[in-house]
């Protein structure tokens, strides 16, 4: 008996068919079989047919590249991250907007499903605020201008069963006419900023640019209110960091020159790119003195230090040389 099981088990190539008829041949059987021997057939069948089916289920599933490539893209602006799930066609030689995806109408903004696009914290679009979440990403292609749609719909397919009344939002953004033209669709995302990035939409030779801002100094000014809390506990590269980021915002330079000393105090040993910082923060605030006095002590330290950093050095020398 246990070769009979043994030799079902052997060739799970055997089709389904073959099985079920070999099943009822020997269930059919004129030769004497006993109850007992024909039930661990019947078992053995069963649990070979079963198992064979598992596989040809898996292997009948075919698996084929898609005509419209999916794609997943995601970008931090400032500290918001934002991520992008669309699929991409091809122009393939058709004319694209006012010839395969129409003027005037709801567009999927890609192809199959809608595309996706997720805001970790709340940004504003073209202006307009827009909570965190995800949303659909429609489009109204026309001429000159489009129609940009956040919808809170995430379940459709395509465009098909669009309702307004679901929309977050809607903008009016001017189209921009390209001289090449782009063969697969394309979001992307341009002019990235600590606080604002271009969400960028461009196929055949039209491009869309999206203005997406974020409350970067909001959400930092927060976090630096925060851990300044208990200042006993505030790390030398917080300091630093917080002086830098008033120093590119112009936020408030003297606190900036506060963090920076502090950060140089706290720090042992010293660290070059600190006194770098008030060399530069010093200069905004006309401080030359005392500006060209922090750039100097950069260079000493590059220099005493191993594998000097010629590119560091001379970034100190040129503040100091704009200083005169």
Known sequence: ???VE???????????????CLSIFIMNLSSPLSPTVRAAVVTAISSTFALSSTLFAADEKPMFPDSSQHATIT??????DVSVEY?????????????LVPFGEVWRTGANSPTKITFSEPVKI???????????????????????ILSKNLKLWGAYGYKPD???????????????????????????????ATLSLAWDKTRVPVTLTTDTMAQVSTNIATAMKDPESVKPGFYYQAAGFYYEHDKDLE?????????????DPPRYFMYYKKAQIEAKLGLKAEAKAAAEKSIELIKAGENPDPSAIRNSQLLIDGLR
């Open 166 to 196: 679901a929309d977050e939002l809607r903008v009016q953004v001017k189209s921009v006419p390209l001289a090449d033209a782009v063969e697969t669709f394309a979001i992307g995302f341009d002019d990235l900023k600590d606080d604002r």
């Open 6 to 20: 043994r030799w079902l088990r052997r060739d799970l190539t055997l089709s389904r068919e073959r099985l079920f």
């Open 255 to 267: 606190q900036a020159s506060k963090w920076i000393d502090q950060a140089i105090a706290k720090q």
């Open 126 to 148: 073209e202006g307009k605020e827009v909570p965190a979440g995800a949303y659909a990403l429609y489009t109204i292609p026309n001429a000159d201008e489009w129609t940009v």
């Open 75 to 80: 970008q931090r602006v400032g500290l918001t």
């Open 87 to 99: 699929s991409r066609p091809d122009k393939r030689g058709r004319e694209i907007f006012g010839g």
């Open 1 to 3: 008996m246990l070769s």
